[in-house]
């Protein structure tokens, strides 16, 4: 057994590093266009990966997760705009404007049952695109707010690219380290249960609200590099479609991985990007997979596949147990 432990390590270890190899690499490879398309599906990546530890680990069913990300952009690219904040800065605060504002729909909703979160999260994020439209004196509207870039000194993408795929890895590693810590372990007990939870113990409300900032938090820094990359932000990037989007990629990838997440996020992004040429069909072919995946594959398809090779999972995990117990 100890065997199987010391390849299943050294497979992880060794087809992490040849991933992360391609992954820099890439650019040198990719034209232009094709370099864009993978900014934007890292973009997604991190969008979905958070969600996921949102929604696959704390249970916590938001459909505010893109209102996060715009008041990300919006606070960075207001901030540049009226006040000349620079673009790094305007991100950094723009992330903890996001957190804030978690936390105070954390302090309002997180004791209402997770249909009654759904409603109002959805509500939320309805209502603050409504307002930055409609205030488009302040913040343009539909004009668009214009930003300034992040790399003024040049107009590669390669910055860019390596800036979002860094960004992804941190992210990836800090929400790692939380699942697999006793935050971790309270957040899935009170997504099992949370009568249970608090039962032995486990402040509830207090965990809750912190996995919800910790995730509005990385969606507002995900929606800062996206405003300062495209360098002009509309209220059109929180539609309720950009959220259905992200909610298909992270259930296609599996809401309880959070790397399945994130490749699902990479690869959705990247195949309807490819299937352009289909236009309507394209997202037929989705809706399809989609609802393929939700009847026969409740925890995502990419997930199963990364716990056939790697041997993970939860009965993996209740076996381990099981053997150190014994």
């Known amino acids: 057994m100890k065997t199987n432990d010391r390849r299943t390590r050294l497979l992880k270890w060794t087809s992490g590093i040849l991933i ?14 094709w370099l864009h398309v993978s900014i934007i599906s890292l973009f997604y990546a991190l969008m979905a990966s958070s969600w996921s530890l949102l929604a696959g680990y704390a249970g916590l069913f938001s459909l505010a997760h893109i209102a996060f990300m715009g008041i ?40 209402l049952k997770s249909t009654y979160l759904a409603l109002f999260t959805i509500a939320f994020a ?33 910055p860019y690219y390596y800036l979002i795929l860094a960004l992804l890895l941190v992210c990836l590693a800090f929400m790692f380290w939380i699942v697999r810590s006793r935050i971790g372990i309270f957040l899935r007990a009170i997504r099992e249960d949370e009568t249970a939870a608090a039962a032995r113990g486990v402040d509830v409300v207090k965990y809750k609200i912190l996995a919800f900032i910790i995730t509005s938090m990385i969606a507002g820094l995900a929606g800062g590099f996206y405003a300062h990359y495209t360098s002009i932000i509309t209220p059109n990037i929180m539609v309720l479609l950009q959220m259905d989007l992200l909610l298909a990629m992270a259930i296609i990838g599996g809401m309880e991985s959070l790397v399945a997440a994130a490749i699902g996020g990479f690869i959705i992004e990247y195949s309807l990007e490819v299937l352009r ?10 809706g399809v997979l989609l609802v393929v995946t939700l009847r026969f594959a409740q925890n995502g398809l990419i997930a199963p596949l990364l716990n056939r090779i790697y041997g993970g999972g939860p009965k993996a995990e209740l076996r381990k147990r099981e053997e150190e117990a014994a």
């Open 20 to 33: 992360l190899i391609l992954l820099v690499v890439a650019p040198i490879f990719l034209p232009d266009y």
């Open 72 to 111: 990300g952009a919006y606070t960075s690219g207001l901030l540049g705009y009226y006040l000349g904040v620079p673009p790094v800065l305007g991100i950094i605060v723009g992330t903890l404007a996001s957190g804030f504002v978690g936390l105070i729909i954390g302090f309002l909703c997180l004791r």
């Open 126 to 158: 309805e209502i603050l695109r409504i307002v930055i439209k409609s205030e488009h004196m302040f913040t343009r509207g539909d004009k668009g707010l214009r930003l300034d870039p992040i790399f003024p000194d040049t107009i590669s993408r390669v």
């Open 277 to 286: 040429v289909l236009e309507f069909w394209r997202m037929v072919a989705f």
